[in-house]
């Protein structure tokens, strides 16, 4: 496996990449640069739009469009039109903090984090947004939350705690239920921080090394199984895309990075791409807690 530039981009904080299968598109944001990208392989066709704030992820929606994680809410998103309307406030009470990562569930619901934004008090939380629009806390006490993902059966839940490098597994017994909170991998020291995550089919769980330049990919059981080496260090998540879902595009980052770095590294904030050994899981849809046209 060997990772290739697939689209220069110049993201200053390149995140999220979500495949969307009946667009044959890759959507991406920049949180940093407050841009949600939209990218088209087979023309190759990049296009972006300006974000109310800087913005942490963006899933699909089942009635069209996105759901964009924004600043401290839940924005719905229409391509066509290229507007942004507010759905759900999230933590108004906690004006240090911006929403981050955030995958669907294989039930359609969207499980979120928050963070502190200047990176030093453990005041994140994991959310759901449940079917009546509300956001329900899962877990919290992150500086930093990251890399939300579910297993293939949806019965485990993982997810990362970039400033402690550790990777947590949960059991998922019930969709609104986690139990038994367990490390799975502690990134060790010289490897840079675990970022964002994504399953394949067979349950391994591929994790981006914010500042070790690579992907790994961990067995269920926690064993490191294969790295993928990038020519940039700051490496924030992988998205599986194609019509057999093997094409593995990653998302990097140049903020940070000094001005000496980012000349050596000069496609920082660009997108890649690598073939997988086996295809990811397909990119589930929100189907609740999301009225149609984004209303709040």
Same mark, same amino acid.
Request: net charge negative; charged share 20%; hydrophobic share 40%.
């Given at each position: 496996?060997?990772?290739?530039?697939?689209?220069?981009?110049?993201?200053?904080?390149?995140?999220?990449?979500?495949?969307?299968?009946?667009?044959?598109?890759?959507?991406?944001?920049?949180?940093?640069?407050?841009?949600?990208?939209?990218?088209?392989?087979?023309?190759?066709?990049?296009?972006?739009?300006?974000?109310?704030?800087?913005?942490?992820?963006?899933?699909?929606?089942a009635?069209?469009g996105?759901?964009?994680?924004?600043? @401290?809410?839940? =924005?719905?998103?229409?391509?066509?039109?290229? /507007?942004?309307? #507010?759905?759900?406030?999230? *933590? %108004? &009470?906690?004006?240090?903090?911006?929403?981050?990562?955030?995958?669907?569930?294989?039930?359609?619901?969207?499980?979120?984090?928050?963070?502190?934004?200047?990176?030093?008090?453990?005041?994140?939380?994991?959310?759901?947004?449940?079917?009546?629009?509300?956001?329900?806390?899962?877990?919290?006490?992150?500086?930093?939350?990251?890399?939300?993902?579910?297993?293939?059966?949806? @019965?485990?839940? =993982?997810?990362?705690?970039?400033?402690?490098? /550790?990777?947590? #597994?949960f059991?998922?017994? *019930? %969709? &609104?239920?986690?139990?038994?909170?367990?490390?799975?991998v502690?990134?060790?020291d010289?490897?840079?921080?675990?970022?964002?995550?994504?399953?394949?089919?067979?349950?391994?769980?591929?994790?981006?090394?914010?500042?070790?330049?690579?992907?790994?990919?961990?067995?269920?059981?926690?064993?490191?199984?294969?790295?993928?080496?990038?020519?940039?260090?700051?490496?924030?998540?992988?998205?599986?895309?194609?019509?057999?879902?093997?094409?593995?595009?990653?998302?990097?980052?140049?903020?940070?990075?000094?001005?000496?770095?980012?000349?050596?590294?000069?496609?920082?904030?660009?997108?890649?791409?690598?073939?997988a050994?086996?295809?990811?899981?397909?990119?589930?849809?929100?189907?609740?807690?999301?009225?149609?046209?984004?209303?709040?």
């Amino acid at each position: 496996m060997q990772a290739q530039l697939a689209c220069s981009v110049n993201a200053e904080l390149g995140e999220g990449p979500v495949w969307v299968a009946h667009e044959q598109a890759l959507w991406f944001v920049d949180i940093k640069g407050r841009r949600l990208h939209r990218w088209l392989p087979r023309s190759g066709m990049l296009s972006a739009w300006s974000t109310p704030g800087p913005p942490g992820f963006a899933v699909p929606r089942a009635c069209g469009g996105l759901l964009v994680g924004v600043r @401290r809410a839940l =924005y719905g998103f229409e391509p066509g039109s290229g /507007t942004f309307q #507010a759905v759900r406030e999230v *933590e %108004p &009470h906690r004006p240090e903090n911006r929403l981050n990562d955030g995958c669907v569930s294989p039930e359609g619901e969207v499980w979120f984090g928050s963070m502190h934004d200047p990176e030093v008090e453990p005041t994140g939380s994991v959310y759901r947004l449940d079917a009546s629009g509300a956001c329900v806390a899962m877990d919290a006490g992150y500086v930093v939350t990251n890399g939300p993902a579910f297993s293939p059966d949806g @019965r485990t839940f =993982y997810h990362t705690d970039s400033v402690g490098r /550790t990777i947590y #597994a949960f059991d998922r017994p *019930e %969709p &609104h239920v986690l139990l038994r909170k367990r490390v799975l991998v502690r990134i060790e020291d010289p490897a840079g921080y675990p970022d964002g995550t994504a399953v394949d089919v067979e349950g391994c769980l591929w994790v981006a090394l914010w500042g070790g330049g690579c992907v790994r990919r961990y067995a269920p059981d926690g064993r490191l199984l294969a790295s993928v080496e990038l020519p940039c260090s700051r490496v924030t998540k992988i998205a599986f895309a194609g019509d057999d879902l093997r094409t593995a595009y990653v998302t990097t980052a140049r903020h940070g990075l000094t001005a000496a770095e980012r000349l050596a590294q000069p496609h920082a904030g660009s997108l890649f791409s690598f073939t997988a050994p086996v295809a990811g899981l397909a990119q589930a849809t929100v189907v609740t807690g999301v009225p149609a046209g984004g209303g709040s």
